[in-house]
């Protein structure tokens, strides 16, 4: 059974760097054709996509965020790290991290963590 | 980048039939998944691979895609399917990223 459990700071100030911990069972990111990627979900609005982090540790981040984001990963430890720098208040949001499925045809996420919320205020 | 468009809101009738759409260019040469995310709830693959369903969900969910148009049915609709649900690609075309639909809120009346 895979389970993913993210931690981090619930709340950070403008202007810091968020540092999130997805912490993964059930499935090792030193086996080929694994991943995780990161989500989230501002307050009564949509999921977006921000990174995904493969086995080989080939790694994506959402095109108009790319410049904030890093996606690193230990896999010993079985712990896959995000972190967002610059924070700002519209990055309050619900993150996630799920385990992403892989095929030729693509990829999707399942299952997902239950969710950690962080707010950007002063 | 690629876009993919959901209508906000679907309203059925307990018994009915839904229908959710998700547009996009060319979308039926892509795999489409649909999640369902429950209030408060992380979200729940309920078919990935545009027709695959994954291991207990029910066989009332389907899915199909073709052209610009990707469609999620569920049949039968029942008052535990309110949710929010959305669609996503993986655009292999534009440096392997993951989009997401805007989300359709389905409300059982």
């Known amino acids: 059974q895979i389970t993913l459990n993210e931690s981090g700071p619930t709340l950070v100030k403008p202007t810091q760097t968020l540092t999130l911990t997805c912490t993964f069972s059930?499935?090792?990111?030193?086996?080929?054709?694994?991943?995780v990627g990161w989500i989230r979900q501002p307050p009564g609005k949509a999921l977006e996509w921000l990174a995904l982090?493969?086995?080989?540790?080939?790694?994506r981040y959402r095109p108009s965020l790319r410049n904030r984001l890093t996606i690193t990963k230990d896999s010993s430890k079985n712990h896959v790290f995000f972190t967002m720098t610059n924070m700002d208040p519209v990055d309050t949001a619900t993150y996630f991290c799920?385990?992403?499925?892989?095929?030729?045809?693509?990829?999707?996420?399942?299952?997902w963590g239950q969710g950690t919320q962080v707010t950007v205020s002063s | 980048s690629y876009v993919l468009t959901q209508p906000p809101s679907v309203s059925v009738a307990p018994g009915k039939a839904a229908r959710i759409s998700c547009g996009g260019d060319?979308?039926?040469?892509?795999?489409v998944q649909w999640y369902q995310q429950r209030p408060g709830q992380a979200p729940v693959v309920v078919i990935h691979?545009?027709?695959a369903r994954p291991s207990g969900i029910p066989e009332r969910f389907s899915g199909s895609n073709s052209g610009d148009t990707a469609t999620l049915t569920i049949t039968r609709v029942e008052a535990g399917d309110e949710a929010d649900y959305y669609c996503?690609?993986?655009?292999?075309?534009?440096?392997?990223?993951?989009?997401f639909g805007g989300g359709t809120k389905l409300t059982v009346l």
């Open positions: 799920a385990h992403m499925r892989i095929r030729i045809s693509g990829v999707f996420f399942d299952p």
């Open positions: 982090i493969y086995w080989d540790d080939d790694k």
């Open positions: 060319n979308i039926g040469h892509k795999s």
């Open positions: 996503q690609v993986w655009d292999s075309g534009s440096d392997h990223v993951v989009v």
């Open positions: 691979y545009n027709n």
């Open positions: 059930g499935f090792s990111l030193t086996t080929s054709g694994e991943g």
